[in-house]
């Protein structure tokens, strides 16, 4: 990546880097932690996404999001779609047909109450920052699914006796008088 970039960028890489080696180990260093979550082939289609697109020197920061944006799966929803689908789905939430997984997990830590009822300034932010943590797990390989509560059984395991029927109504009585 820092190849590309020399050969790319040459004024630019050398006036922000320097010809000291220091300068450019600590860029490696700092760089490698930030995006060390990212496979080696992403990171390489982000810098060459950016050296298409930019003539400028990227930040680590626009680096970070051609990374995830080079790394998003087919078929996942930009951050406003998602906000919107996780809004319009009725309830019971769980039962709905999502496009992607993160969608409704996002929605679900956000809190549905959150974002059916708070204004959008508040909650599209609050919804943002947990499905980009979603979408980083996903280029990171996890694989997300939605969970189906268990099912209720179909009757009762221990049916009720006699004895306990007319206690309950005794309790009943009581309230009631």
Known sequence: ??????????????????DKNESVG????????????????????????????????????????????????????TTRKAYQEACNKRSPKVEQSWSHPAVYLAGRD?????????????????FSEIYQQYCDRIVAGEKLAVDLPPALPEVSQVPATKKHNQQQLKNLKKLLD
């Not at 760089?31 to 697109?53: T, Y």
């Open 1 to 18: 990546m820092f190849a590309l970039f020399r050969a790319n960028y040459h004024n630019q890489y050398y006036s922000a880097f320097g």
């Open 110 to 126: 956000t809190g549905w109450h959150m974002l059916a009822n708070a204004i959008e300034t508040k909650a599209l932010p609050a």
């Open 26 to 77: 600590l860029a490696k260093k700092l760089w490698l932690s930030k995006l060390n979550d990212f496979a080696p082939d992403i990171i390489c289609a982000a810098a060459e996404k950016i050296i298409a697109d930019s003539e400028y020197l990227p930040t680590l920061h626009k680096m970070l999001n051609a990374c995830r944006y080079v790394g998003m799966p087919a078929g996942l929803p």
